[in-house]
């Protein structure tokens, strides 16, 4: 499904070490490494948004992406409610945990910080993708939302999804992923 390289990734110079990784339908990898490394610009290059200085990704033909980002959409005076969000990715709130659920018809502006984090991850996680780029997925959720995310990324990933996930929550990472890349200055192995 993907096949990355020697890459070497930045904006407007390069900021990653040489990246080489290959990603089977149906695999969960992670991505690790200190801050800095450029774990994120490895995300940001498979999406097509950062520069390749070096290196290649051959993406299987007509691959469909979806792309979580740590940017926080402002969604303040926004009158869209989460179910209208999971509609806009075409994600089907089947799955969502009872906490999440009945909240769907409540503007997004009107739910906690982690409640709109995790449905936005859930409206990428199941939009109609083949390859899923998640950057820190974890960040303010609770024990319960990383436990449900986790269940579900094994659940996305069964259906055929191909998962790269950037984290420092090393727990996460050992239950969710199948291979772990950590990358440090310099080397990318």
């Not at 991505?31 to 774990?39: E, Q």
């Not at 980002?69 to 402002?74: E, H, K, W």
């Not at 739910?111 to 950057?135: C, E, K, T």
Request: glycine share 10%; proline share 7%; charged share 15%.
């Amino acid at each position: 499904m993907l096949q990355v390289e020697a890459l070497v990734a930045g904006w407007q110079q390069p900021a990653t070490p040489p990246v080489n990784l290959s990603l089977a339908a149906g695999e969960i990898i992670g991505l690790t490494g200190p801050n800095g490394v450029g774990k994120s610009t490895v995300l940001a290059a498979l999406a097509g948004r950062a520069q390749v200085f070096a290196g290649r990704i051959v993406r299987q033909p007509g691959l469909r992406l979806a792309l979580q980002t740590q940017d926080v959409p402002p969604v303040d005076g926004l009158p869209l409610s989460g179910r209208e969000l999971l509609l806009l990715t075409g994600a089907s709130p089947q799955g969502l945990p009872p906490w999440l659920i009945d909240r769907l018809d409540q503007r997004l502006d009107r739910l906690s910080g982690g409640q709109r984090h995790y449905l936005a991850l859930w409206a990428i996680l199941h939009a109609p993708a083949d390859l899923v780029l998640l950057d820190e997925p974890t960040n303010n959720l609770d024990a319960a939302g990383v436990q449900h995310l986790t269940a579900h990324l094994h659940d996305r990933a069964r259906a055929g999804a191909g998962i790269v996930v950037v984290s420092h929550d090393a727990a996460f990472v050992e239950a969710a992923c199948d291979r772990v890349l950590r990358l440090e200055a310099g080397d990318g192995e």
